[in-house]
């Protein structure tokens, strides 16, 4: 069974960094588009930032700057690098991966920045 499990959530002070990561159980992953999204309460699953398999990536226009996604060596890992990080950034972080019909999520890891 596939499957994505993030890690490196959890509780930083505004103006801090985290690192989030996003193993996929399987090497054929390096051949997936992964992104990571995140959701706050009462709000809208959005887009952080994703990349391709070739390394392509795309980042939501308000988080250019702060966030990098990467690929790691063996490139079925992908890495959030958040710098600067704001309260407002607060949220559940979700790992995604998708090729053709395949459209998978990992649990979700939280991250809390206190102000």
């Known amino acids: 069974q596939v499957q994505l499990v993030e890690s490196g959530g959890g509780l930083v002070q505004a103006g801090g960094s985290l690192r989030l990561s996003c193993a996929a159980s399987d090497s054929i992953f390096s051949f997936y588009y992964m992104a990571w999204y995140r959701q706050a309460p009462g709000k809208q699953r959005e887009l952080v930032a994703g990349?391709?398999?070739?390394?392509?990536?795309n980042y939501a226009d308000s988080l250019k700057g702060r966030f990098t996604i990467s690929r790691g060596n063996t490139k079925n890992t992908v890495y959030l690098q958040m710098n600067s990080l704001k309260p407002e950034d607060t949220a559940v972080y979700y790992c995604n991966a998708r090729r053709g019909l395949f459209n998978g999520w990992g649990q979700g890891t939280q991250v809390t920045v206190s102000s």
């Open positions: 990349v391709s398999d070739s390394g392509a990536t």
